[in-house]
């Protein structure tokens, strides 16, 4: 398992070169309507790192009827149009292996990666005009960041820094350096600090050698790192178990408004022992130690839950209030990977948001194994 220093520890060489693959890219695109070409595909090695496996999801905790309050969902995040079937459990799942890619001879410009006729984006809107200029060059890099991670905080913590431990192993780790566009997450810095994670972030390098993965099957490779990361958390802290953490909401992010927020989590603090956090109010170790522990993690379904799945140990639970315009199960195929119980209940539409009946929570509450 990586430590989070690199193995490959030679600084990059100032290059001053100058390069129009961008631009190359864009006329074969625009001009001769070529596809884009993906450069995974011409890499000159791939390899297993890990092997894939077949799992069995196990239903999730809800209540009668719920499922069928829900008027819109996230189809990206599911094996199956609607959520019904994965909340059922018994979904038999082909966990993938992780794999790595080896290229020679790639840019980066201004969030994209070029190879000849193939291209990589790790991020959603490379530059109108990208640079042509190139500060860097690399004898061995590995990118460990993605176009979702770059875009989504909750992606970054869960999934990017899962896969800086891979880097390590087989280069510099490189991800892209903030922009106006996507400037770095106000908590990235002091997650990083205790994570050990030390980056190169990168406008623009040519590098000799180039690592890229596929890491997004939730395999056992993939398990064992999210747990170390989890530990690394759990040992600037004091984990005593605790009933649970209501992690706040509000309006951050994509806007799920629960009308009821604080009248639930102020209920569960008075009768279960709940914790409430604001995660935008509160700095990271605040954060950690209040969520390390809990034995539930619970709030509207989003980003904001990372901070407590974190640092959930197996047979925790973690309870997503849904709205019935977006359901959402990401966190389902965390729980399912991790050994712990996912539980959800859908609110009802109210205004511009929705409502939570704190009774269904309680009972939902009660489904969980002791």
Known sequence: MASGISNFSAPPVRHNTWTLAAYRHMARKRLAHQPDVDIKLIADKSWDIAPGERTVSPPAFYLPNQLERVTGWEARFYPYVHPARTMEGGVT???G?????LLKDVWLIDGALYKGAASHWLSHKPSTFPRISVDHEIERGAVYCTQNGNSWFGTWLMEDCVTYAL????????????SARFPLFTQAPAYEDWLGMRPLRLRSAFFRELVLFDDQSNNRSRHARYRAM????????NPEPHPGVFLLRGGDGDLRLLRNELEV??????TRGFRVVDPLKADVPSIVAACAGARVVI??????????????????????????????SYYKYLTDRDHQHFGF???????????IDISEVERTLDLFPA
């Open 93 to 95: 799942v082909e966990q």
């Open 97 to 101: 292996p992780t794999r790595g890619y």
């Open 167 to 178: 880097a390590c192993d087989e280069g510099v780790p490189v991800t892209t350096a903030p």
């Open 230 to 237: 989890g530990q690394k958390l759990l040992a600037h802290v």
């Open 265 to 270: 989590a102020e209920h569960l603090r008075k």
């Open 299 to 328: 709030g509207v379904e989003g980003s904001q839950l990372v901070h407590g799945v974190n640092v959930l140990q197996p047979g925790g639970a973690v309870l997503a209030l849904q709205p019935p315009n977006r359901f959402v």
């Open 345 to 355: 209940v859908v609110g009802l539409p109210e205004g511009n948001g929705f409502r």
